[in-house]
């Protein structure tokens, strides 16, 4: 529900915008974000975006509530060497870098 939802409210804002003469140079989306922006750029029609939206939404919803996520504040080799110190190394990973965070 949150996917399309999501999508939705992204694909709305660029139509408010755009009835009021902004256009975009370019366009950047993450994870439900990227199908937005592929949609805005015009290399999906909103058809096309729908049906991807629809398809992440029902494949994602089978892993729902099966894994968890935490940020901390550590560059990602000192996370690693810290989760191999504590034990943890073969069950918790480092899925994601934000390197405007450190």
Known sequence: MAQPLLFTVQAGLEA??????VEPAA???H???EVAAAYCAGALTR????QVIA???RSQ????????????VLDPDSARRRLAAEG???RLFVAGVNPTAM
């Open 16 to 21: 408010a915008l755009a009835a009021r003469g």
């Open 31 to 33: 994870s439900v974000g």
């Open 55 to 57: 398809e992440r939404s």
């Open 27 to 29: 366009v950047v989306g």
């Open 88 to 90: 943890w190394e073969d």
């Open 47 to 50: 058809a096309q975006a729908c």
């Open 61 to 72: 919803a089978a892993t729902a509530g099966t894994g968890r996520m935490a940020a901390v």
